[in-house]
């Protein structure tokens, strides 16, 4: 069964980083991309970024370039999205998602359960 | 720029059918495959259709979509309605390398 954990939810204050983690289990980590989306009240759902485990090739929607680093270590399974500097506009709900129908894949076809993030001074 | 329209929401009572729309513009839907995600309250999205018509297995042949090039949209519908099917529905597209979601319709099975 394929799954996609990720780590709990997060309150941090603006400028601060911060570095949450989605494992993959139940299929070959290295051969699917795994992708980032945020989800806010205000905007639905967006795309971030992509990556690819097996040789880490990165990509980016240019609504996030600059502003996230995603990244993954096949070791362990792990994809991650990191922020150096947060501001309150990042509040929001992300998932991670496997995508299918590739390469890179059309679609999300697995989603983790979810990482609140909530940034507040 | 590839944009995705739906209704904000939709309403259709228990057993009966409802069609949740999915205009596409800026480009043509029917030359980039549409999938469509339920996102029940508190939950993570998941996939009940991919590829325009297709039906990852656990979803019940009660959900189907369609393309209509006609008027450059995309449709879910969703038959015998169900109280769980009550959720949010998002359609999606991947064209010029970007993933392009609908706003998302609220459906109420009242």
């Known amino acids: 069964e394929v799954q996609l954990v990720q780590s709990g939810a997060e309150v941090k204050k603006p400028g601060e980083s911060l570095k949450i983690s989605c494992k993959g289990s139940?299929?070959?980590?290295?051969?699917?991309?795994i992708g980032w989306v945020r989800q806010t009240p205000g905007k639905g759902l967006e795309w971030m970024g992509i990556i690819y485990p097996g040789d880490s090739d990165t990509r980016y929607s240019p609504s996030f370039e600059g502003q996230v680093t995603i990244s993954a270590d096949k070791s362990i399974t792990t994809a991650y999205l990191q922020w150096n500097s947060l501001k309150a506009s990042d509040t929001a709900m992300y998932y991670c998602?496997?995508?299918?129908?590739?390469?890179?894949?059309?679609?999300?076809?697995?989603w983790g359960q979810g990482t609140l993030v909530t940034v507040s001074s | 720029n590839f944009v995705l329209t739906q209704p904000h929401s939709v309403s259709e009572s228990p057993g009966k059918t409802v069609i949740i729309s999915c205009a596409g513009s800026g480009g043509s839907i029917a030359n980039n495959y549409v999938q469509w995600y339920q996102q029940r309250p508190g939950s993570a999205p998941t996939i009940v259709i991919y590829?325009?018509?297709?039906?990852p297995s656990g979803v019940p042949d009660r959900f189907s979509g369609s393309i209509d090039s006609s008027s450059n949209s995309a449709s879910l519908s969703i038959s015998g309605l169900k109280t769980e099917d009550e959720a949010d529905y998002y359609c999606q597209s991947y064209a010029n390398s970007n993933w392009v979601f609908g706003g998302g319709t609220k459906l109420t099975v009242l």
């Open positions: 998602a496997r995508l299918g129908g590739g390469p890179p894949g059309r679609y999300f076809g697995y």
């Open positions: 590829e325009d018509i297709q039906r």
């Open positions: 139940g299929y070959i980590f290295t051969n699917y991309w």
